[in-house]
């Protein structure tokens, strides 16, 4: 859609609300022109409320990862890293990919901490 050509921007504080006020009339006049305003519009056309689902857990020896978008028609699997801490210098070193879920299979009981994208945990899982 073009705009029309009072809605350029103009820094002398008089023209502002002249041209402010033509530019919204305008959009408005084209929004309800095309249904926005008026409620016509349909479902697929709203925005869909969107978050990113992060989960970290333990059980049987396997640490695993969920990263997953929950956001109509764009929902669908998300790239993270499960990272474990190094006791001795405090770095995370990625012990495996999630796409969309991933999994690190402990090699023994130990106590370490964990991340994934925020989530840290301190699992049984060397």
């Known amino acids: 859609m073009a705009e029309p050509s009072d809605t350029a921007y103009v820094n002398e504080d008089t023209m502002v609300g002249t041209t402010l006020r033509r530019g919204l009339a305008a959009l408005a006049a084209t929004a309800l022109g095309a249904g926005i305003l008026s409620g016509a519009a349909t479902p697929a056309a709203a925005h869909p409320r969107c978050w990113v689902d992060y989960r970290l857990s333990h059980a049987g020896g396997v640490v695993t990862g969920y990263a997953w978008l929950e956001c109509g028609e764009l929902s669908g699997a998300r790239d993270a890293l499960i990272e474990r801490r190094d ?40």
């Open 87 to 126: 006791p001795v210098t405090g770095g995370w070193a990625t012990v495996a990919e999630v796409d969309g879920w991933g999994s690190y299979a402990c090699a023994g009981d130990a106590p370490n901490t964990y991340r994934l994208h925020g989530i840290v945990r301190t699992f049984p899982c060397g």
